[in-house]
């Protein structure tokens, strides 16, 4: 048998070892969906905190419940660690590290590149390695292959096998999860994609193999380049009707009425999480060395990230017509997550209208169900939610919310604030016959 058919069969039969590097909101989903298919599954990550809660059968991400974690642990499906020599173990390793953006707005490849160096050491003949994390077109290929097979004097697609397959990871989401969420697998070669596919094929529902690394690189980066984009236009759809003294909840709706040729997105006070600010700019910033001017990324970028800007505008504008100047009044905020109902502040935009606030003086505190405290890592400013929420909306001249958690009681808010600027229309219709209420 080939070194091909050895390890497609280990795959196939689940007796194959299997490690996931960086147990973050990819990749212990992940492994728990192997883990629970029959695989056993080691997780690996520098994160001692992270290992210690594996350890004792602890969850520390919502979407994974403890007790999932805890009859993984004890069955022995999966072990955690941080030491990357159990890599040398191994059969199969998926890389699922975080790549967000440096502040100048470049792609930070150090995760990437760290987890690639780390498994480097211990690469051996009949393995396969998958990367997860979302990047530029050309980083299996032009980044991994040659720090994890060449320099290893080992061949692709004969000694070992290489693949892409990009997370699609949606927090809170419980209708599609990592086990039914279609899985793109392109390889470096024709090879390569069989065994990866082989491998999550085993515990995943849907493998959709395309004809290279490229394109499931360029893949993940179109599905969230078009919400990216689309977001945009809502969102500069929103100023032009305030301008225009229109509705723009109404005119959405209106328009989402059409049964074809039409996608409902909305407006907000800008974008948050793992992917949709950042991933586009990984394409940017590719086309760039190209001489190419990704202009739809580019403008749509411009436009969401002044978002939080026009919202503070908003509220000092609303506040003005009140009577109120926005330095030395007080303002709540309401949500710091990035969307609703979960516990993730990954480059939500509260954090900057937060920031925005506090230069124009307002004194200001937040209140989120889900994050006790915020830490904004550029400013240096960190804030902890407030405990008894419905007396600091009364103590609050303004109300902003960024985040429609479902938890909160919007009728007593309404009822208890002075003045509420909804950013997400989590009071609809009911904000236009309130005039506490100001929609962006």
Request: proline letters at 6%; one cysteine or more; glycine letters at 8%.
């Amino acid at each position: 048998m080939t070194i091909k058919d050895t390890l497609t069969k280990k795959l196939q039969d689940k007796t194959a070892n299997i490690a996931i590097l960086g147990m973050g909101y990819v990749g212990l989903p992940l492994a728990v969906v192997f883990g629970e298919a029959g695989f056993k599954v080691t997780g690996v990550d520098p994160d001692q905190r992270k290992i210690e809660s594996l350890k004792q059968g602890v969850s520390y991400i919502p979407d994974v419940k403890t007790e999932t974690i805890a009859a993984l642990v004890e069955s022995g499906n999966l072990t955690a660690t941080t030491d990357f020599s159990v890599l040398k173990d191994m059969d199969a390793v998926s890389i699922c590290v975080p790549t967000p953006l440096r502040k100048t707005g470049d792609p930070d490849m150090s995760f990437i590149l760290s987890a690639t160096d780390e498994l480097a050491k211990y690469m051996h003949k009949g393995m396969v390695v998958v990367l997860e994390s979302t990047t530029y077109p050309g980083t299996t290929r032009e980044v991994l292959l040659p720090k994890l097979g060449d320099e290893n004097g080992l061949t692709v697609g004969e000694d070992w096998f290489l693949a892409f397959s990009p997370e699609r990871v949606d927090p809170g989401r419980e209708d599609w999860t990592t086990i039914n969420t279609p899985k793109v697998m392109g390889g470096i070669t024709a090879a390569c994609s069989e065994v990866a596919s082989a491998w999550y094929g085993g515990a995943i529902q849907t493998v959709f193999p395309v004809s290279s690394a490229e394109a499931a690189e360029m893949a993940k980066l179109l599905e969230n380049t078009f919400r990216m984009i689309n977001i945009g236009l809502v969102n500069e759809l929103a100023i032009m009707c305030e301008r225009l003294g229109v509705d723009v909840w109404e005119v959405i709706e209106a328009a989402a009425s059409k049964p074809f040729g039409f996608m409902k997105f909305t407006p907000g006070p800008g974008l948050g999480g793992h992917c949709i600010p950042i991933d586009p700019l990984y394409l940017s910033w590719k086309m760039k060395s190209f001489h190419y001017n990704a202009r739809f990324i580019e403008l749509a970028s411009e436009i969401n990230t002044n978002m939080p800007r026009y919202v503070v505008s908003r509220v000092l504008d609303a506040m003005n017509d009140r009577g109120k100047p926005l330095k030395g009044s007080r303002v709540l905020v309401l949500g710091a997550a990035y969307k609703p109902d979960i516990d993730d502040v990954r480059e939500s935009p509260a954090l900057d209208v937060i920031g925005l606030l506090k230069q124009k003086g307002a004194q200001v505190e937040y209140h989120d169900p889900y994050i006790p405290r915020i830490h904004h890592e550029y400013d240096g400013w960190q804030m902890d939610s407030v405990t008894d929420l419905m007396a600091a909306v009364r103590a609050a001249d303004a109300v902003v919310i960024v985040t429609n958690h479902k938890a909160y009681d919007y009728p007593a808010i309404l009822e208890a604030a002075q003045f509420i600027f909804d950013g997400r229309n989590a009071y609809g219709r009911l904000a236009k016959d309130s005039p506490k209420v100001v929609r962006l």
